[in-house]
């Protein structure tokens, strides 16, 4: 099993809802990462966990809150979002902070 | 910070080779990154230099220069299917082994 799953892959919001986004890996990987990508822009990191422990958090608004439940899953909390936090959500992980990422196919997200 | 820079687009045709350059400024570089990416899809990796020289897979190649702070993924027997953006990504031993992308290169190939 080489892939990381992300749910949903659309995801429809108004500016005072609460919707998470999941991941999840079994490939053991222990580190799991929340990118998030503009049309035609390159991903932009958010956060980083490692063995289970947010190691990097790359000056997020509040409004997005990680939690890594356990070593295969990642979630992304979303509340009070803005419509300029439409984007394209990229959960990814590898087998350490120094190694190859691998993607997932991201969820589209919409904020009306 | 880093600094990685990429051509915004090249076009090529089909069965030709292409290299998409990528040059970096940063301090505690710890390797670099190639990654794929269809529109609407999700980054695929593709290759991975932290010495200098050239790493071969298949079509794929990628060369690095440490000293030159410069890379290059080139394309060879180009396919229609290998239209998409071509992400070179900076790992930062300093920054916590976090990768940083630049720009991307998006590449249409023509038949």
């Known amino acids: 099993d080489t892939e990381v799953t992300q749910t949903p892959k659309h995801l429809v919001m108004g500016m005072t809802n609460k919707k998470s986004l999941k991941c999840e890996q079994h490939?053991?990987?222990?580190?799991m990462y929340w990118y998030k990508q503009k049309a035609k822009k390159p991903p932009e990191l958010m956060f980083v966990?490692?063995?289970?422990?947010?190691?990097i958090n790359e000056s997020v608004p509040s409004r997005f809150s990680p939690e890594c439940p356990n070593s295969s899953l990642l979630n992304l909390h979303l509340h009070a979002l803005q419509p300029e936090d439409s984007a394209l959500y990229l959960c990814a992980s590898s087998q350490d902070r120094g190694t190859e990422a691998f993607f997932g196919q991201g969820t589209r997200l919409t904020v009306v | 910070g880093q600094n990685i820079d990429q051509p915004t687009e090249m076009t090529a045709t089909e069965g030709a080779i292409v290299q998409i350059n990528c040059t970096y400024q940063?301090?505690?570089?710890?390797?670099l990154f190639w990654y794929q990416q269809h529109a609407g899809e999700a980054p695929t990796f593709l290759s991975y230099?932290?010495?200098?020289g050239l790493e071969e897979k298949g079509r794929f190649s990628s060369f690095l220069s440490r000293s030159k702070g410069y890379s290059y993924l080139l394309l060879k027997e180009l396919q229609m299917k290998d239209s998409a953006s071509y992400l070179c990504a900076v790992r930062v031993e300093a920054a916590g082994n976090k990768l940083t992308f630049g720009g991307g290169t998006r590449v249409l190939v023509k038949p």
């Open positions: 966990y490692s063995y289970e422990k947010l190691s």
């Open positions: 490939m053991g990987h222990r580190a």
């Open positions: 230099n932290v010495l200098d």
């Open positions: 940063t301090s505690g570089f710890n390797g």
